[in-house]
DNA sequence: ATACAATCGATAAAAAAATATCGAATGTAG
DNA sequence: CTACATTCGATATTTTTTTATCGATTGTAT
């Protein structure tokens, strides 16, 4: 559960936060911004400027100079090899349903270090989307031995997607990313990130729920 | 920001985990269950039984019975009662890319009280996406005011969602789920929920990266 | 009828996360 | 050159969240 080799112990919270400040640095820098101070930061993006220079400290060892700030080019660099970001990692997408050639078709997740190289399912509608190939269910293991892929990516319903990570794991699939709502089990070897859509909503659905009632 | 009428202060953390109660007892009130202790769901979810108990006090009047546990049921009700789903809003989708298209299509929504009526987008390559109809922008407005809408849903480029999300306010959205990866701003009366994929993605190649580094 | 095991619910303790405070550093303006 | 405002970085405090503990309840088996 060690994030890196230095067996630093950074919360969950800190890492949840880190794409953000990725993204907020790199919009400043594209803006001309070679510098800025945690307070602005911590303005912009409506958190508290302590926070900022504590979740700073613990992924970038560049000091942050008095009456100038943080260089922004350094902390992108560092926020970037943090995550794991610098060696682009290779993944598929294992469900060509609408979520999985959304995936597919979205290259966005480059700027994340995601390198989505092909999808699989059992109905192979199409022969590609966007240029990716849409390959048969059989081909998953060989492809994933032979390109060393350690990430895979489940967007195929709820009752297939315990038989699918287990075809993962099996190929050797290190890392799973599960978009059906369901619990998987895996060996204690391979890490799962369920994304729980519901979650989100219930959120934005509860505070929504209290704003609308407030007005009665 | 309180969820209910009644003032409740119940912590983000734990309306977060409601749609996983939720999904979790449905599932086990189709397999039968009637009844469950906190203990056998806590094992299943790998939580703590002591926090069920508490989360679960917090939505939901019924009593655990001792030796028997909480009647599925009445939990479920509870549930979907505090989270709101219990009279399902409808929602539109703006922004019909793939991601747009994929939430049109699903009906997944449903189970968590959300139904998506219809898409708009700049370019409308298709008139209808698995019967769900998809409108030009310049129908936006009057849509969401006829059909009193309540909720949408933003899937446009980062460049296009402040405009987007001002033409939602103006119409009189009054929650916005956003998967733009950029911060919107809003009135205090509307609320928002961004939802990165990249947060949950770093979360993952975070503890990847490090399960990797360990073996070397 | 009685002992027992499972379970709840309440309170206490611990752990984790966020925020406040304050001295030190450093560039800028007068 | 000196006063000053800004900002960092470290430590302390507060708040939030999770986990531990334990007496009370209740159905079941003997």
């Avoid at 919009?27 to 926070?51: C, E, N, P, Q, W």
């Avoid at 700073?56 to 560049?62: H, P, R, W």
């Avoid at 998987?184 to 799962?192: G, H, I, N, Q, T």
Wanted: charged share 20%.
């Amino acid at each position: 559960m060690t994030h890196t080799e230095k067996g630093n112990n950074i919360s969950n919270a800190t890492i949840a936060r880190m794409p953000g400040y990725l993204r907020y640095l790199r919009d400043a820098k594209s803006a001309g911004r070679d510098y800025l101070s945690s307070s602005t930061i911590a303005k912009d993006m409506a958190i508290s400027s302590v926070l900022v220079r504590k979740d700073l400290a613990l992924v970038s060892s560049a000091p942050g100079r008095p009456r100038y700030g943080f260089e922004v080019a350094g902390l992108i660099r560092d926020i970037e090899k943090f995550l794991g970001y610098d060696n682009l990692s290779a993944a598929v997408v294992v469900g060509a349903g609408g979520l999985g050639k959304a995936f597919l078709g979205y290259e966005g997740f480059q700027n994340y270090g995601l390198n989505i190289i092909a999808a699989f399912d059992i109905r192979r509608t199409e022969e590609s989307v966007r240029g990716k190939p849409v390959y048969p269910m059989e081909l998953l293991p060989s492809f994933i031995r032979e390109n060393n892929i350690k990430l895979g990516i489940i967007t195929v319903p709820k009752a297939s997607a315990q038989a699918v990570c287990n075809a993962l794991v099996q190929s050797g699939i290190r890392g799973i990313w599960n978009f059906a709502n369901t619990q998987l089990s895996v060996p204690s070897s391979v890490v799962v990130k369920n994304v729980d859509l519901a979650a989100s909503l219930a959120l934005l659905s509860g505070e929504l729920a209290g704003l609308l009632q407030q007005e009665k």
